[in-house]
């Protein structure tokens, strides 16, 4: 079965940085598009960033542009998003999702099981 596994989150400053990775193993035919959500608090999951397979067209949440940035490297199967400028409001899971085909040719998202951040002094 395919897995994502997220990393890279952890306890940071307001004004620092992290940069979150998530990796998909198992096999499949292909990765379209993938894209990171967090969860808050008391708050409902969200879209933070998207990124195409050919990494050409993005989209960030309203609240993270100009401080995020989402990347990819398809030969690792590996999406990153690099956070500057951290809010303690960015405190949230943060999860890895990707648009996945199947080597049966099934396409379906597929998400990673989360990873903290917490942005606090």
């Known amino acids: 079965q395919v897995q994502l596994v997220e990393s890279g989150g952890g306890l940071v400053q307001p004004g620092g940085s992290l940069r979150l990775s998530c990796a998909a193993s198992?096999?499949?035919?292909?990765?379209?598009?993938m894209a990171w959500y967090r969860q808050g608090p008391g708050k409902q999951r969200g879209l933070v960033a998207h990124?195409?397979?050919?990494?050409?067209?993005?989209y960030y949440a309203d609240s993270v542009k100009g401080r995020f940035t989402i990347s990819r490297d398809n030969a690792k199967n590996t999406v990153y998003l690099q956070m500057n400028s951290l809010k303690p409001e960015d405190t949230a899971v943060y999860y890895c999702?990707?648009?996945?085909?199947?080597?049966?040719?099934?396409?379906?998202?597929?998400w990673g099981q989360g990873t903290q951040v917490t942005v606090s002094s």
């Open positions: 990124v195409t397979r050919g990494g050409d067209i993005d």
């Open positions: 999702n990707a648009d996945i085909i199947s080597t049966t040719y099934q396409r379906r998202p597929y």
């Open positions: 198992g096999s499949m035919f292909s990765i379209l598009d």
